[in-house]
């Protein structure tokens, strides 16, 4: 590593730059039952239908950082982590979601955050990682605007509770997944297909984003940011045939502005208005929402970034009787010769990431933000192994070096990013994925008591770290 440091640097990011990664409560803590902690929708799903899940392994088995952070904080330390970002459990907090706060949850919270500041890691703390409390889910979840006013209590509590400490916040991750996952394609509880419910869910998320600002305003934190962290899905249209960029302009309505222009400009798009109305898909809204729109956007914007939508007009008229989804609008396009990660079947177009942070610049008044996400999931990691234990993850480091060469294109022209954070700290469960694909810069190691070792991609991106560049 020594060697490497004394490379000459071509690629050098600006002073202060954030380097780490990004986790969530439901994916890294386990103790699922202990510590007071109450049931959330995955804990009630995993009872209900444990076959839903990879290999049949449900979210009490996840890497134990609920045990072992201090451990991990270390882990962190050693491969040159300047910032981490976690998710607070509102199920553990409040286990019923609306109640009582739980004196272990933040016993639990106060001892992470503190052993991160004393290892010089800035916590990033978000409030809402797709663990909404069984509780809460059973009022309705997002589709009650009980719900929204617990969560936003529930908001204004962790920043009261931790804003002391933990400058950067959060309010959700990828606020469109939920809807996708519970209301449009079934990969969440409480898996529904239903469009009008999926449109009201998203539309009341918002609310709850809006009702967070405006209690973290009042919190009146000194040095605090609030933000949102968005999965932006750069849509590209098969051809510049204008049946095609409509189709491409929908599927950026439907999946990208309808979060982004609401927490950034405090509207939203004019066009995707039209489109709810023409189809009799409007949400229910109460007096005042606009203005709470209007007068709660964000200070700083979290981009994950994992693959582009490549679309193209429909081909055929599509099947009335069907349910309706995002895909009345557009064809998916599997455009020929692209790039595929063969071990996640995701596409890899690492321009991506600089056409979303260009358009952030021109069309969102170049508002402060950085890569929250960006990581390569591979089924099979263990393949890679070598006897002393280490994980030769070389595809990795090419993807995240290829990503930050675009990242730093960005930034020379004038995009206002201040970070990067690799999705994810170690190997950690993801939901009905479960451990399928592995996505950690540490390698947890299922049948040997989750030890921990680093990966080449960890060491990799220490120096990078250390160099502020590569
Ligand atoms: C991100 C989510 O979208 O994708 C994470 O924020 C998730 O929670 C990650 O784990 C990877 O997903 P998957 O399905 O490939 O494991």
Not at 355 to 380: A, H, Q, R, T
Request: hydrophobic share 40%; net charge negative; charged share 25%.
């Amino acid at each position: 590593m020594e060697q490497q440091s004394k490379q000459p640097i071509t690629y050098r990011f600006p002073a202060g730059f954030w380097w780490g990664s990004a986790t969530s409560a439901t994916q890294i803590e386990g103790a699922a039952n202990e510590g007071g902690k109450g049931k959330n929708i995955w804990d009630h799903w995993y009872e209900q239908e444990p076959h839903r899940f990879f290999h049949g392994v449900g979210p009490e088995v996840t890497s134990d950082f609920y045990h072992r952070y201090k451990e991990d904080i270390a882990l962190m330390k050693e491969i040159g982590h300047n910032s981490f970002r976690f998710s607070i459990s509102w199920s553990r907090l409040i286990p019923d979601g609306a109640g009582e706060v739980n004196p272990e949850a933040v016993r639990f919270y106060n001892a992470v955050i503190d052993e991160l500041l004393a290892n010089g890691i800035e916590p990033f703390v978000n409030v809402y990682h797709f663990d909404m409390p069984l509780a809460m889910q059973n009022m309705g979840g997002w589709e009650n605007r009980q719900v929204v006013n617990a969560y936003a209590r529930y908001a204004s509590l962790c920043f009261r509770l931790f804003g002391d400490r933990v400058k950067k916040w959060f309010t959700h991750n990828e606020p469109i997944v939920p809807v996708e996952g519970g209301y449009l394609y079934d990969f969440h509880y409480p898996n529904v297909v239903d469009f009008r419910r999926a449109v009201q869910v998203a539309y009341h998320t918002m609310i709850a984003h809006a009702k967070a600002v405006a209690a973290f305003r009042k919190a009146a934190i000194p040095g605090g940011k609030i933000g949102i962290i968005l999965n932006l899905t750069p849509s590209y249209p098969r051809s510049q045939h204008p049946a095609d960029v409509k189709a491409a302009h929908i599927a950026d309505l439907l999946f990208n502005r309808s979060f982004l222009d609401p927490a950034v400009k405090g509207e939203y798009p004019q066009d995707l208005i039209e489109l709810l109305a023409e189809h009799g898909f409007l949400p229910v809204t109460e007096a005042g929402d606009r203005e709470l729109i209007k007068e709660n956007t964000i200070d700083l914007l979290g981009i994950n970034y994992y693959q582009p939508r490549r679309v193209k007009a429909k081909e055929y008229m599509p099947n009335p009787d069907a349910p309706f989804l995002p895909e009345r609008f557009f064809d998916y396009y599997a455009m020929p010769g692209r790039k595929m990660n063969p071990y996640r079947g995701w596409e890899i177009y690492e321009k991506g990431i600089y056409d979303i942070l260009i358009n952030i610049k021109e069309n969102y008044g170049n508002i402060e933000c950085f890569i929250s996400e960006n990581g390569m999931g591979v089924e099979g990691e263990e393949r890679f192994r070598d006897e002393n234990g280490m994980i030769h993850d070389d595809y990795r480091i090419e993807f995240i070096r290829e990503h930050l060469k675009w990242v730093h294109r960005a930034i020379e022209e004038g995009a206002n990013v201040k970070g990067y954070h690799l999705w994810t700290f170690m190997d950690n469960w993801s939901w009905t994925n479960a451990y399928k694909n592995r996505y950690g810069l540490v390698a947890v190691d299922l049948d040997n008591h989750l030890k921990r070792t680093i990966k080449k991609s960890g060491y990799w991106l220490k120096t990078v770290a250390e160099n502020n560049g590569f």
